[in-house]
Every structure is written in C-alpha cells, then in structure tokens.
C-alpha cells in the first residue's frame, strides 16, 4: 500500500505478558517515528529512527520498551512485561526527510489493551 | 519544555456554521505549529502549518495565523461541512533548522462533530 501500516490493529495483552507492534513505512522514507497515544489524550513522542540509527529514545518511559529499524525499513516496538498503564494507542509515522517540515504520514496505529 | 494547549471539546456545530478551536503554546525559540486532523478509521494527516510569526496556514478552507505575541494559532473555517468531522490537533515543532528533525509535541486534541 502508498501509506504507513501497522500491525496488530487491536492487541489484549495479560499484565506481564511481552508484545510486539510492527510499522511498515512509506517506502523509501528515511525518518520514522513512534508515539503513545492515551485515551482522550494527544500523541506523546517515544523514539526516532534515521533509517537504521535510533537517534532519540529519550520518549521511552521505561526500559521494558524497546525499538529498532535493524534494515532501516520495518520497525518494531516491543513492549516487556506490560502493565496496565502501557494500555494506549501506539501510532508509527514517517517522513521522506532528515530536517524538520513538520509533516510526519502516520499509520492507523495498535490499539494495545492490557488485562 | 515545550507545551500546546487546545480547547476543551467536544465541539458541536450546524452545518455552515463558523469554527473556531483555539490553541496555545509554550516553546523556547521559534517553533513552527501545525494542525492534523483524524478522520474517523484514518491515521492523522497533516492540515497545515507555519513556520514563522505572522504566517498564515491554509488548506481546504481551513486557516490559522501563527501569532507570537499572543503565543496562539487558532484554527478557524468559516463554513463547516458534515465531512469536517473529526479529531483536530494543534502542534509544535522545535525550528531548530537543520538540526531538528521534526519531533513534534501535540495538544489533547478537540472532536468536532457537524450536524446537517
């Protein structure tokens, strides 16, 4: 497809159980981002890859989360150990270019909800 | 740290009526704003934006000034269509130039619901 996929749609997790959310980019953009998105709540920012390099993962609000882009394409979020508080719509977006235009392509999200 | 700040909503409107979602922001510097929108079933998608005060932003009757004396970029139609119904997000970038990648802070969002 021409935008940005994610997939699950939907995950239900057990508290302390491990998931994973895949983000499938625009081709050939170079920038992608990950974001938290709480109920009633805007997208707070996470981690920011420039193709394979993590270069901010100052978002992750503790290590039990980890990202990577290891061919500077697909990326992948992993949550360890979930608790209830992970439970939010996590959004994947990407950008054709280095330097800040503002305008990010975001996916529909992972909607994660944790028992 | 940087901040944006949207009004409460949900917003509720008759067709062709006037909107107004007003947004502020606190940021060092000189950040650009921008507003994305979310359909229902959609991803967020970028509205408009502008980089520098006194910019005006516009696309498909939308439009917002960006005001730096009053740290604001209110967004405004003046006829609003059933098909405007959505989520709306006011927010900030850092305008660093070419050091800023484009790590965006949002506000809480505002739903808009149009009536016919």
């Known amino acids: 497809g021409a935008g940005v996929s994610q997939s699950p749609r939907y995950k239900v997790a057990k508290r302390g159980q491990d998931v994973a959310l895949r983000c499938d980019p625009i081709s050939g953009h170079v920038s992608l981002f990950w974001y938290q998105q709480a109920l009633g709540q805007g997208p707070e920012f996470l981690t920011y890859?420039?193709?394979?390099?993590?270069?901010?993962k100052s978002g992750l609000p503790s290590d039990r989360f980890f990202a990577e882009r290891p061919e500077g394409s697909v990326s992948t979020l992993k949550i360890q150990r979930t608790q209830q508080e992970d439970s939010a719509v996590y959004l994947c977006?990407?950008?054709?270019?280095?330097?800040?235009?503002?305008?990010?392509?975001f996916g529909e999200g992972s909607r994660l909800t944790v028992l | 740290g940087d901040s944006v700040t949207q009004m409460e909503g949900p917003v509720t409107l008759s067709e062709e009526a006037f909107l107004t979602i007003n947004c502020t922001y606190t940021?060092?510097?000189?950040?650009?704003l921008f507003w994305y929108v979310q359909y229902p079933g959609e991803g967020l998608q970028l509205l408009l934006k502008?980089?520098?005060?006194?910019d005006k932003g516009s696309n498909k009757g939308f439009e917002a000034t960006y005001r730096k004396e009053t740290t604001s970029f209110h967004l405004e139609k003046g006829s609003v269509q059933v098909s405007d119904s959505a989520v709306y997000f006011c927010?900030?970038?850092?305008?660093?130039?070419?050091?800023?990648?484009?790590?965006?802070?949002f506000g809480q969002g505002t739903i808009l619901t149009v009536h016919p």
């Open positions: 502008a980089t520098k005060a006194d």
């Open positions: 977006a990407s950008s054709p270019a280095r330097v800040d235009t503002g305008e990010l392509f």
């Open positions: 940021a060092t510097g000189y950040p650009s």
């Open positions: 890859f420039q193709n394979e390099a993590q270069l901010d």
């Open positions: 927010a900030l970038s850092p305008n660093a130039g070419g050091t800023s990648y484009g790590k965006l802070t």
